[in-house]
């Protein structure tokens, strides 16, 4: 068995199923890249049938990327298998990744199918995609909940058409992991052919256990791991990448199996991922929150500082985090701009991004003191997440907030060209802006999440704001940053408004 431990991306599909999650393709592609630099080794972009946007995106991104395979998500359908093709035609390593329900429940009243047929359709997938690439992965849907006897058939069948991956997905998150590491050992022990695939595993973390689940299935010999940037995904999320990579390498003395991903890589990935999302990471999330490397407890600080081995099982140098955190003031001029941007890995696809973020740079360097690398990386975010057309722009706002008195605030906007003014009262300044902004712009939205994150610390620091706006069934998630939070917050609504009216409409990736 290969000592190989091949990580499968796959933050821009099933990532992008959260709510509020959908990525232009330009943002698809900056993800890509950073995946391809952290030598992930499957990159699983898009699910090209479900929208002309997914199509465009898997396109691009199978375009940009050379040193990392490109996989496109096909159900077990003639015209989705084709259409991923036809996505993939111009990558240098493409895969097409097809799938069909197994679990009695999802057979009968999903897909109102018998066994058989599902066998047979199966095949007929695998072998359709085969034409197409000689890449191809078959995932039995729902095989947490599937019969062994039955699955044994299918993956066999599958195997027999042509599949060289065989992933065994805990769709709805429901396996524990003595259970889910025994199913894929019998698996492999039991389907005769199973020698001549990859087994693979892709587990959901509705109770909290993808990670955990995703490491006894290698325990059990899977040398595929499915999983996304900080754990993104459909519901409670996918494995989290950097859990899995960390706790596989940080192990070694129990696992027989590593990746050869690049680790310094993640935090990186990670700030950028949450940006463009707009899906922040809580501080205590293992390996990329804030505080994942930071001793609070006196016992423990004098512990690291006799012997960092006492508290800490990993370096956070290791996984990306610099030591080297205070960086630029308002005197740095471009070029160390640029230079400390690519020490922290972040370049620009184009001089005016660039400029355009430097220009922003100097703005908070006139209000704030110290520049750390998480405003820099706060920063690049919000320029790269701003809307393809920008319909709307925040000119002024003033806020009035006293003791006793009613908030009011007076925002001016730039819309379509045209500059216009409103005032309004609210409980709050927050909620005195967002009613002016609407005054102006009546978008019918609805606001289902609104958070506030400090970047650093101290009171100077950029409070970031996360904002989800619902229309018509589509959820869009904005950010702003700022160290005022109420202009951050007026940045991050119509950072939102933005997406809603782009241009580059994309339906959900669910179909
Ligand atoms: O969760 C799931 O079953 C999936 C499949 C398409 C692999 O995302
Ligand atoms: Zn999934």
Known sequence: ??????????????????????????????????????????????????????????????????????????????????????????????????????????????????????????????????????????????????????????????????????????????????????????????????????????????LGLAVANSLAAVMSGARQVECTINGLGERAGNAALEEVVMAVRTRQDLFVCDTTLDATQIVTCSRLVSGITGFPVQPNKAIVGANAFAHESGIHQDGVLKSRETYEIMRAQDVGWSDNRMVLGKH?????????????????????????????????????????????????????????????????????????ETPLATVTLWVDGDERQAQSEGGGPVDASYKAIETIVNSGTTLQLYSVNNITSGTDAQGEVTVRLEKGGRIVNGQGADIDIVIASARAYINALNKLLSAAERAHPQI
Do not use: W
């Open 332 to 404: 740095s001029g471009r070029n160390a701009f640029r230079t400390r941007l690519q020490e922290l890995n972040i370049s620009f696809a184009t001089e005016d991004e660039l400029n355009a973020t430097f220009a922003r740079f100097k703005e908070l360097a006139d209000k704030k003191h110290e520049i750390f690398d998480e405003d820099l990386q706060a920063l690049v975010s919000e320029t790269g997440t701003e809307a393809d057309n920008e319909h709307i722009k925040l000119v002024a706002l003033k806020v009035c907030s006293e003791t006793g």
């Open 1 to 206: 068995m290969s000592n190989k431990l091949i990580i499968f991306d796959t933050t821009l599909r099933d990532g992008e199923q959260s709510p509020g999650a959908s990525m232009t393709k330009d943002e698809k592609v900056r993800i890509a890249k950073a995946l391809e630099k952290m030598r992930v080794d499957v990159i699983e972009a898009g699910f090209p049938v479900a929208s002309q946007g997914d199509f465009e995106a898997v396109c691009a991104v199978a375009k940009v990327v050379q040193d990392s395979t490109v996989c496109g998500l096909a159900r077990a359908l003639d015209k989705d298998i084709d259409r991923a093709g036809e996505a993939l035609k111009g990558a240098n390593s493409g895969r097409i990744h097809t799938f069909i329900a197994t679990s009695p429940i999802h057979m009968q009243m999903k897909l109102r199918m018998t066994p058989d047929q599902v066998v047979e359709q199966a095949v007929r997938a695998v072998k359709r995609a085969r034409q197409h690439t000689d890449n191809v992965e078959f995932s039995p849907e729902d095989a947490g909940r599937s019969e062994l006897d039955f699955l044994c058939r299918v993956i066999e069948a599958a195997i027999n058409a042509g599949a060289t991956t065989i992933n065994i997905p805990d769709t709805v998150g429901y396996n524990v992991p003595h259970q889910f590491g025994e199913l894929v050992k019998r698996l492999i022990e039991r389907v005769p052919n199973s020698d001549k695939a990859i087994f693979s595993v892709h587990c959901h973390n509705d």
